[in-house]
C-alpha cells in the first residue's frame, strides 16, 4: 500500500510569512508524529498525535508552531512569521499496532 | 533527559571490511533502541530494533547497558550499504524518537 506522503516536496517563502505542511499517513495508522531535521543533525521531534488530539507537543520551538489533525487523518503543520531558522527539511512519521515509525519524503523548507 | 551521540559524522571502509557504526546513549528508563537508514534519495526507514534481536541485511546490533552503547556491525561491507544512518532511542511511552546527528558509511569498491 501507498507509504506516509507529503506536500509539498519544497516550499520556498520570505521570512515574516506563514506556512503550511501537509501529511498523509499510512490509511489505519492512528499515531502521527512530525520532526526537524536541520543540516547535517538527526530528525528531531516536534510534536505526537494519538488520533485527533495532540497527545505530545513538548517538541514545538515556540508558539508559532502549531499542528492539528482533526478528523484524526491527515495533519497540517503551521508555522507562523516564519524566520531563516526555521529553515530546515520537516518530516512526517505514522505508526499502528506495532509502534515502528514510517516516515515521509520530507518537506524542505526555505525562508529567504 | 535522553540523549543519542553518534561520533562519528563520516565512517569510510572498502568493499569486504568489517563495518561498526558506533552509538552511545544517555536514558534515565529502560532504553528501546533503533537504527534507521537512509539510501541516497529515499525516505528514512527502519533497520533494525534491539527488542527483535534479528540481523537485517548482514548487519547486527547488540545493546550493552553496562557501556549503554548499541553498535551497530557487519562483518563484510557491501557497495550497496552507503547511506547515512541514524541511531534511536525510544522513550517509555513509545511516543518519541530521540536521534543522534548520524554517521554517513561511504564503501568503497
Known amino acids: 500500500g501507498a507509504g506516509v506522503s507529503q506536500t509539498p516536496s519544497n516550499k520556498v517563502t520570505e521570512k515574516g510569512k506563514y506556512v503550511e505542511l501537509r501529511c498523509d499517513p499510512i490509511s489505519g495508522h492512528t499515531a502521527l508524529y512530525w520532526y526537524r531535521q536541520s543540516l547535517g543533525q538527526g530528525p528531531e521531534f516536534l510534536i505526537y498525535f494519538q488520533g485527533t488530539g495532540a497527545a505530545d507537543d513538548s517538541g514545538l520551538p515556540n508558539d508559532r508552531f502549531f499542528a492539528v489533525r482533526p478528523e484524526g487523518s491527515v495533519s497540517t503543520l503551521k508555522i507562523q512569521r516564519t524566520e531563516r531558522g526555521d529553515s530546515a527539511v520537516y518530516l512526517c512519521?505514522?505508526?499502528?499496532?506495532?509502534?515502528?515509525?514510517?516516515f515521509g519524503p520530507g518537506t524542505r523548507l526555505t525562508v529567504l | 533527559a535522553q540523549r543519542v551521540t553518534q561520533p562519528e559524522k563520516l565512517l569510510s571502509v572498502f568493499k569486504g571490511a568489517p563495518v561498526e557504526l558506533k552509538c552511545n546513549y544517555s536514558?534515565?528508563?529502560?532504553?528501546?533502541l533503533f537504527w534507521y537508514v537512509q539510501y541516497s534519495r529515499q525516505r528514512l526507514q527502519l533497520l533494525l530494533r534491539?527488542?527483535s534481536r534479528e540481523s537485517i541485511k548482514g548487519f547486527t546490533a547488540d545493546l550493552n547497558k553496562g557501556e549503554t552503547s548499541f553498535h551497530l556491525k557487519k562483518p563484510f561491507a557491501q557497495e550497496e550499504d552507503s547511506a547515512m544512518y541514524y541511531c534511536?532511542?525510544?522513550?517509555?511511552?513509545?511516543?518519541?524518537?530521540?536521534f543522534g546527528g548520524g554517521t554517513r558509511l561511504m564503501v568503497k569498491p
Open positions: 534511536a532511542l525510544s522513550n517509555n511511552a513509545g511516543n518519541m524518537l530521540t
Open positions: 534491539h527488542i
Open positions: 512519521a505514522s505508526s499502528g499496532d506495532t509502534d515502528t515509525q514510517y
Open positions: 536514558y534515565s528508563g529502560s532504553p528501546e
